[in-house]
């Protein structure tokens, strides 16, 4: 008898055991499907509100156009705040931490990016906007990076925020889009400038930098043994081995114009360190506009 009554004393306690590990089931998957409902809720309020930066983004034709662009920064920024403040006071259910760490990162460096955004659009400063555009770029890379990390992990959610968005660099140079050229002649300076810093730090092509460089540079490179075949071999050291460029642009702003030279500003971002600006020159020859004057190499 005491053992039947230890048998039904051992399956009644299995038995709520189970009843237990059930109900924490159950309210665990209704949190679950809560938590869900909440993230998915926030993030499309998070997308529309980068709906609203990317109107702002789109219509900047001039620097009265920026006050737009950082208020909307500033009002996305303060509902990613909120977002984080709410997930910060409520933890998310057991099972769910990859997806709350992966939308706390993804918000994170949205507001990283748009703390840039906003910055730079209220300071309304067009060499700011040249001197930090590779910055703010880089912050838009790993915010998106970040976006596509927690969408993997949010599956339910069906809204993605628009590729524009993440180009505020380009949208906030619009602001101070320079007017029509003077002369044909000074936008095709420009554009032999643009094509021999591609040749240099874009994709390096030494035939390029040959070809564009002035008579009298290349026959100064001759003098010290240099050829258009070992050309390439010192171009680097040239520059100096504690430089490494990554990009670079040349202003369309206060182009000195002569019948014999042309001068332009440009930035070249480094890797490591504060932009590195300079004047470069070009000289008219009997087949067009070379290079002379180009202080980001040592030999020119």
């Known amino acids: ?16 055991i189970a009843e237990y590990f059930l109900h924490r089931a159950r309210s665990n998957a209704a949190s679950v499907k809560e938590y869900h409902e909440v993230v998915a809720s926030d993030w499309g309020k998070t997308v529309e509100r980068s709906e609203s930066v990317n109107t702002a983004l789109t219509g900047v034709v001039s620097p009265a156009d920026l006050g737009s662009v950082a208020s909307a920064a500033g009002l996305m920024r303060g509902e990613l705040q909120g977002i984080l403040d709410a997930r910060e006071k409520n ?14 990162e993804c918000l994170t460096s949205l ?16 060499e700011s906007i040249v001197e930090d555009r590779a910055l703010l770029e880089s912050r838009a890379a790993q915010a998106l990076s970040k976006v596509n990390d927690f969408l993997f992990n949010a599956e339910f959610t069906g809204d ?9 660099g380009e949208s906030l140079a619009n602001a ?3 007017p ?14 643009n094509s021999f810093m591609d040749a240099d730090i874009k994709e ?3 035939d390029v930098l040959w070809s564009l460089s002035s008579s009298k540079r290349i026959e100064g490179l001759r003098l010290m043994g240099v050829t258009r075949e070992n050309f390439a071999e ?23 114009f002569t019948p014999s030279t042309v001068e332009l500003e440009v930035v070249v971002y480094l890797e490591r360190g504060a932009p590195w600006r300079e004047t470069v020159r070009l000289v008219r020859e009997a087949d067009g506009w070379k290079v002379e004057g180009y202080p980001f190499v040592g030999w020119l």
């Open 1 to 16: 008898m005491l053992q039947i009554i230890i048998a039904l004393l051992v399956l009644l306690a299995a038995s709520g």
């Open 91 to 104: 933890p998310p259910p057991s099972g769910e931490r990859n997806l709350a760490g992966a939308e706390t």
């Open 111 to 126: 507001d990283r990016y748009l703390e840039m955004v906003e910055e730079l659009a209220t300071g309304g400063d067009e």
């Open 160 to 168: 993605q925020i628009s590729g524009e968005f993440f180009r505020a």
């Open 176 to 178: 101070f889009a320079p």
């Open 180 to 193: 029509e050229w003077q002369s044909a002649e000074e936008e095709v300076a420009y554009g032999i400038v």
């Open 204 to 206: 390096f092509n030494p």
């Open 234 to 256: 010192g171009w680097i050291d040239a520059r100096g081995e504690e430089k490494h460029p990554v990009d670079f642009h040349v202003s369309r702003r206060g182009i000195v």
